[in-house]
Every structure is written in C-alpha cells, then in structure tokens.
C-alpha cells in the first residue's frame, strides 16, 4: 500500500486521552471533565432575531464568500469593545484592520503555529497549560519549555533565564485570565514584569484571553497587550465563553506584520470564517446588550464555582489541594505528591464521575498528580454528587495507595 | 527584532495575484475573475426557516460544542444523497461514520495536505489545476508535477508514466467535473482507466468535486469514488456552489485509516465546523427540495455560459480559442502562442474589465497564454458588454504584439 502519511501525522496516534474521554460521554456519568458553557446561557431569542434579520437585511451578502480576515462589521465592533474596555488601562487602540476572525480561539493557535514554528524550534508556555493549544501547535512539532508558574502567573525571573539560555524561542504563549487549566489569575506586578522581560527579549507573546470576560469577583487586571511598547503580543479573544461556542467566532488582534502572515495561512485555509455567523454576532453586539448578559452568565457560573468548592471543601481528604478561582470555568486539584491521576480515574470512572488528568497539560514534564474539574456546565445537585462521588474515588484510591 | 516566522512563511510573500485581483473589487469594473455563485439562487427564504428552526427546536444543542467530525446529521443526508446518486453508478455505500464536516472545501484541502505531505514531497495535478488547491498545499512545500492533460481529462499514459519514475508521491488532486479552471469534464472512459493506473500504484487521490451537480446537459458521468476497489479515492463535495458559500460547509469522504488522521487535524485546526450552520443544512436537505433547487441553479448558469460564450464567438478575435463547458462556472481562454494574459490584463482593465491570468494554475510550468473566466455571476447584459470589451482589449494587445 502506498498511503503514506506526513511525518508528524505518521508519529500522532491520538492523545491517549481520547478513548479516556469517550467514556465521560455516557448519559449516566456525571462529568466535570469538558470545558463547555451552561447552555442555559445561550441567549437563543436575541440569536434567532439576528438569524432572521441578517437573512432579510443582507441576506445576499451574508450567504456570499467573504474576506479572508473576516467581516468588517465585526472588526469593528471587536476593535470598539476592545478600546472601550483596554484603551483607559493603556492599551494601543486597536484599528479593526489589525483584526482578523477566525473560526474559534483554535483556528487562531493553528494558524500561529503554522505562521511561526518550523521543527524542533521552542514554544514557551505556563506550567501547566492548555492542551488544546498544545495540541495546535504540536502539529508542526516544536520543544515544549514549560516556565515555572505559580499562584500569580509565570515567574518573569525564571522566564528571564530561560530566554537568556534557550535558542530558537519562537514566541511565549500564556492565559493570563483565569487560566485553563488551572483557574489562575496573573496579578498585575507580574504582567508588568512579564512585558519587561519580553520587550528586552524582543520575542512575540500570545495572549489567549478567551475567561477574561468571566470575572465573578476583583478588579480587571489589565491586558498584556496594554503593556506592549514593541506590538509584540498577539492577543486571542472569543465569543465562545459570553455567547456561544456552536458559532464557532474567535479573533486575533497583532501587528501588521504578523497579521500579514496570518492572513496568508488563513486564505488557504478556509478562505474565511462563514460569513453569515459573522454577522449575526456583529449584529448582537450592536443590538443587545451583550454586557449585561456576560454579567449574568458571571453569577451563574460564580454560583457554580462556590457550590463546586464548598463540596469540595465538605467532602474531600484534606491532603487535596484545589484552586478557588475568580473567574472562567475551571479549577485545578493537586494531588499529594507520588499520585497519579489516571490511575485514580479508573476510581472515579467506576463512581460514574469523571475529570480531564492533568498530565497532558505538561508536556514536558509530564506532571501526574493534577487534575482539571469544570465548573461551568452542570446544574447545582449535579455538581454535589458528583464532587461526592469524586471524594469516595479519592479516599478509596489513596487507602489502597498506602 | 526577535519575530522569526517559519521557514515557509518566510518565504512566502503572498501570490502576487492579490493586487491584481484587488483592482478588480473596484465597482466600475466588469470582474469575471472570481468564482462566485450568483446571489439570486441563494435560497433565502428556506435558509431564514431553518435558521429559526434550528434555534427552536434544539438551540442548545446547536449553539454548543460539537463533535470534530461534524453534525450526525449532516453526515448521514449527504451519504443518504451520495448512495442514491452514485451507488447505482457502481460506488460502494458510504457509511456516514466516513464523513466528514470541513469549513469549506477549503478546509479540505489544507487538511489533506497536512496529512500527508512534507516538504519536496510531491503532488500530482492536471495540467492546469485549481489554484486555491495548490495555494493550500504549498503551505506544506511540496514539489508540483503538472500531469498531460487533454479535453477529455487527465491523459492515464502520462501518469502511469510519471508514476513509474518519480518517487515521493503523495497523492494526485483531481477535479474530473467542470474542472476549475478549464471547464472540460472527464470522460467515462478516462475515468476508468485513469483508476486502473492509480489502483495499480495503489496512491490516494483527492476528487475535488465543487461542480459536479452543476450540470447543464448530458448523462452524469461516474465519479472516481465509484471505481476503486481499493478505497484510495478522497471524495470532497460542497454546500457552496449549489447553495451558498456563505455557510462555509463541505466534507470529506474517506478510509477509515486516512479519516482518523484527518480527524487528528481537524480538531487542533478548529475543534469543528460551527454547529448552528451544519443544522441549518442538514434541516434544509431533508425539509426541501433541494434537487430542484439545483436544478434552477442550473438553468440559470446553463444560460450565462451561452450567453458568455455566444458574446466570445461574435466578439473575440478568431485565433483566441475558449472552452465550452458543460457544467460549474469557468471557462477557459487559449491566446496564440507567445502571448501573456498578464500583458493583456493591463489591457482589459483600461477598458475596466478582469479575468484570472492562468499562469498561477500551472505551479510547475507557469504557461503564460491562457485565462479564466467566470460566467456564473453577472447578468446577461453585463456578461455580454464585458466580453465585448475583453475582446476589445484583446484586439488592442494582440495589434501591439505584432
């Protein structure tokens, strides 16, 4: 047979978490595992106002092929909210051509790993960090060096020193909202001194900032990208989280330069993101009112977060770390060192409750005592039981671990 | 300045065809230069329907993350239609399960090109071939070889011929209906034995099929899909000529081995297609008549290409040749020998009138005498003044070249 596939897709298998995964799909498990929204957070009223009245409106130019960096109407409308909300903490104002939509916050880490990584060259990244955006950037195969993290973000002295050492650093990617996994947000004294070390570096940074706008708690901690003299941070927002992930709408802001780039990749990509979800949402942004809905989904997802925690406070071994976390929809549990949270899946699967392990957002060091808990998706009784049923796979996996 | 993109990007400065089109968006211009369908056949009326259907019926599912593969049942009306079309043509049943979701054909191609090539791989493709194909391919720098190609299709001789010599090959692109951007569409019998070599040599192909279903007279003909033994053939069809590319939705037939590779990409490129969009269709194929939809389609194309094509008999000078196709949306124009379309552009936009230079379909030879028109788009009148004025344009280069 003379099938023979590209080098990187000859090695990829799958991650092993697929067929682990599958089993958090059936009915009866409660599961803690993905990342998705309430869907009772949808606003399906205002959605099918704008589905109807872009059809009748512009019908025509809706249903037509677009422009590879999307739909001006949402440039813009994106750049005004941006500027609205980033320009007082010192932000650059965004110019909407510096914008470029894309089909979901994972389109724009594909398209960057394709823009920046050749082989074997270096992506820096929390430690731990997102797998989807691991998993992006893995298809052009760079080195994972994962920078020393702790409750307040990266540590920019360790960054310091890594960049001072490490070659061929392509560029720095980051959540400094709420990160995925670990529900942690970057204190202001940190970014500020992550921008220094990245300006005297000169090396790009991508800000995924998809929890930003989830923020139950606290004053907004300004942006990377309000701290960046040199342009250097490509920053990644998305409608995913305030709206709905079934559209499918992300975008990136960045420099001219690196957007230029971008752009190619996207046209031969996929041409364009659809263009008529495009306009929908640009309508319901200058319709309704989008940020009174984001404050409701806040206190739902707020609620969700305290509801999960007290359980967890109530129910689990008191040698389990986990993270409170102000904002998104995730929190990160530690286990005592020496565990391993596979093997305790095989606990929890058993209880008909399951998580994401969180080796697989270490990718270099492979960290196996960590799991990832969502907080966001189910209904209060559900996440109850199903922290319960977390907290007896925990005490009969430790009891037989001794 | 530390920003180092990757070695491809680089390198690539985007086609240089993107300022020459640009001038052709300016709104005195005649353009037969894009591929669009034309706007009075996207079925509004339906598509604000099952927009509000969606939306009510299961909003929530279709407002939410879906699988990577696509809707279900999506995939299950494009194979039941697939099975009743081409399964009587000899084509084994497509199990939905082989089907999958793309963002555009586009997204197809970029996929399959991941999948399979590293660089100075190489690809075979007719002799011309669609440029947004290459365009997507060399993002992954493989080596093109234009195959021989005739009237009747690629010439199997040649490619048993080059097969038998070149090393490295990774797949062949074809587009046997309508092709883009000649118009010729294959003949049975080169289909036939065209699969006989490929079944020999036991190497995948892409059957690009955008154009199939626009179909203005004669007996379809079988696909490739239907003709190999040895499930070789990737089979791409799309939503965008035959409804509206707006949407942004196509798929992929394939093995299961080649499928589950694809799937690896296509979850790191965008999770999936947006979820609201694949309903959308979905519920149109089964709730309306989408066949003879297509049917009108045809009608009304079936009539721009005579009109175009009667304008070029009566207008055109007698040693340019033209196609005449019998189905999509181009047809494609000889010069004599010796003669640039990229001369005769300047040209045809003095005289505020554009078409694709042909040179970018031809990767590996660059042959300079031919162009591309599109004759889907415009209305009569419009068609019938630009083609006097393309004829104008080729009357005053072809004076000036003596």
């Given at each position: 047979m003379a099938i023979h596939f590209s080098e990187v897709l000859s090695k990829m298998?799958?991650?092993?978490?697929g067929p682990l995964l599958a089993l958090t799909a059936q009915p009866d498990i409660i599961s803690f595992a993905g990342g998705l929204p309430a869907?009772?957070?949808?606003p399906l009223k205002e959605l099918t106002e704008v589905a109807v009245k872009v059809r009748e409106e512009d019908g025509a130019g809706a249903m037509q092929y677009g422009p590879s960096l999307g739909f001006m109407g949402l440039r813009q409308a994106i750049a005004d909210r941006m500027n609205r909300m980033y320009c007082p903490m010192g932000m650059d104002k965004v110019d909407p051509k510096n914008i470029m939509i894309t089909t979901g916050s994972q389109q724009g880490l594909d398209i960057t790993g394709r823009v920046f990584i050749d082989k074997d060259d270096v992506v820096l990244i929390e430690s731990p960090s997102y797998l989807g955006a691991i998993g992006a950037f893995a298809l052009e195969q760079p080195k994972f060096v994962e920078v020393p993290t702790d409750d307040q973000g990266m540590i920019p002295e360790e960054l310091d020193k890594i960049l001072a050492t490490t070659d061929k650093v392509k560029f720095i990617y980051v959540i400094?909202?709420?990160?995925?996994?670990?529900?942690i947000c970057w204190s202001l004294e940190r970014r500020q001194k992550f921008m220094e070390v990245v300006t005297k570096y000169e090396i790009p940074v991508f800000e995924d900032n998809p929890y930003g706008d989830l923020r139950f708690e606290g004053e907004e901690i300004a942006p990377l990208v309000s701290m960046d003299p040199k342009h250097l941070v490509i920053y990644s927002g998305t409608?995913?989280?305030?709206?709905?992930?079934?559209?499918r709408l992300a975008w990136l802001v960045c420099n001219d330069e690196i957007l230029a780039k971008m752009d190619l990749v996207k046209g031969s990509t996929?041409?364009?993101?659809?263009?008529v979800t495009q306009r929908e949402v640009a309508m319901y942004m200058e319709n309704y009112d989008f940020e009174g809905h984001i404050k409701e989904n806040c206190k739902l997802y707020a609620h969700r977060r305290d509801v999960m925690c007290d359980a967890i406070k109530k129910y689990f071994p008191s040698d389990v770390k986990s993270t409170y976390p102000h904002g998104g929809l995730f929190l990160w549990v530690e286990l005592p060192e020496g565990c391993d949270a596979r093997d305790l899946f095989k606990y929890a699967i058993e209880r008909k409750v399951a998580y994401v392990p969180g080796d697989s957002f270490f990718p270099a060091s492979g960290k196996r005592n960590y799991f990832r808990l969502n907080?966001?998706?189910?209904d209060d009784d559900v996440i109850e039981d199903g922290v319960k049923r977390l907290a007896d796979a925990l005490k009969a996996y430790l009891a037989d671990k001794k």
């Amino acid at each position: 047979m003379a099938i023979h596939f590209s080098e990187v897709l000859s090695k990829m298998k799958g991650s092993d978490l697929g067929p682990l995964l599958a089993l958090t799909a059936q009915p009866d498990i409660i599961s803690f595992a993905g990342g998705l929204p309430a869907p009772r957070t949808f606003p399906l009223k205002e959605l099918t106002e704008v589905a109807v009245k872009v059809r009748e409106e512009d019908g025509a130019g809706a249903m037509q092929y677009g422009p590879s960096l999307g739909f001006m109407g949402l440039r813009q409308a994106i750049a005004d909210r941006m500027n609205r909300m980033y320009c007082p903490m010192g932000m650059d104002k965004v110019d909407p051509k510096n914008i470029m939509i894309t089909t979901g916050s994972q389109q724009g880490l594909d398209i960057t790993g394709r823009v920046f990584i050749d082989k074997d060259d270096v992506v820096l990244i929390e430690s731990p960090s997102y797998l989807g955006a691991i998993g992006a950037f893995a298809l052009e195969q760079p080195k994972f060096v994962e920078v020393p993290t702790d409750d307040q973000g990266m540590i920019p002295e360790e960054l310091d020193k890594i960049l001072a050492t490490t070659d061929k650093v392509k560029f720095i990617y980051v959540i400094p909202n709420y990160q995925n996994p670990t529900g942690i947000c970057w204190s202001l004294e940190r970014r500020q001194k992550f921008m220094e070390v990245v300006t005297k570096y000169e090396i790009p940074v991508f800000e995924d900032n998809p929890y930003g706008d989830l923020r139950f708690e606290g004053e907004e901690i300004a942006p990377l990208v309000s701290m960046d003299p040199k342009h250097l941070v490509i920053y990644s927002g998305t409608f995913s989280k305030t709206l709905a992930p079934g559209m499918r709408l992300a975008w990136l802001v960045c420099n001219d330069e690196i957007l230029a780039k971008m752009d190619l990749v996207k046209g031969s990509t996929d041409l364009s993101t659809p263009c008529v979800t495009q306009r929908e949402v640009a309508m319901y942004m200058e319709n309704y009112d989008f940020e009174g809905h984001i404050k409701e989904n806040c206190k739902l997802y707020a609620h969700r977060r305290d509801v999960m925690c007290d359980a967890i406070k109530k129910y689990f071994p008191s040698d389990v770390k986990s993270t409170y976390p102000h904002g998104g929809l995730f929190l990160w549990v530690e286990l005592p060192e020496g565990c391993d949270a596979r093997d305790l899946f095989k606990y929890a699967i058993e209880r008909k409750v399951a998580y994401v392990p969180g080796d697989s957002f270490f990718p270099a060091s492979g960290k196996r005592n960590y799991f990832r808990l969502n907080f966001s998706y189910n209904d209060d009784d559900v996440i109850e039981d199903g922290v319960k049923r977390l907290a007896d796979a925990l005490k009969a996996y430790l009891a037989d671990k001794k």
